[in-house]
Nanobody
Framework: QVQLVESGGGSVQAGGSLRLSCTMS???????VGWFRQAPGKEREGVAC???????GYAGTVEGRFTIARDNSKNTLYLQMYDVKPEDAATYYC???????????????WGQGTQVTVSS
């Protein structure tokens, strides 16, 4: 069983920046890892992923504004958010063990989520 613990959520002003972190109980080499989000009343959305070979994928809604990265020495995944918009407000979930990038059903391991609120 893999444990994923997110941190870094909070309130940010529109146009500001925020960095989310996810500490994993073990390294997830060879699988997809990433971030999903879900806002109240909306469907869950894949945000970004790191693929097994290290390249990344992003949802069109965040590409160019969000950056996903990992520090293997710390078993930690990051999501750097820039130019945050009100529509980015959601609970963000760290995911691991996936077999594709932004397909939620492909990830067996999920964190508990960290909330991001955006003030305008």
């Amino acid at each position: 069983q893999v444990q994923l613990v997110e941190s870094g959520g909070g309130s940010v002003q529109a146009g500001g920046s925020l960095r989310l972190s996810c500490t994993m109980s073990r390294t997830m080499y060879g699988t997809y890892v990433g971030w999903f989000r879900q806002a109240p009343g909306k469907e869950r959305e894949g945000v970004a992923c790191i693929k097994p070979r290290g390249n990344t994928g992003y949802a069109g809604t965040v590409e160019g504004r969000f950056t996903i990265a990992r520090d293997n020495s710390k078993n930690t995944l990051y999501l750097q958010m820039y130019d945050v918009k009100p529509e980015d407000a959601a609970t963000y979930y760290c995911v691991a063990g996936g077999t594709s990038c932004l397909g939620g059903r492909n990830y067996p391991h999920w964190g508990q989520g960290t909330q991001v609120t955006v003030s305008s």
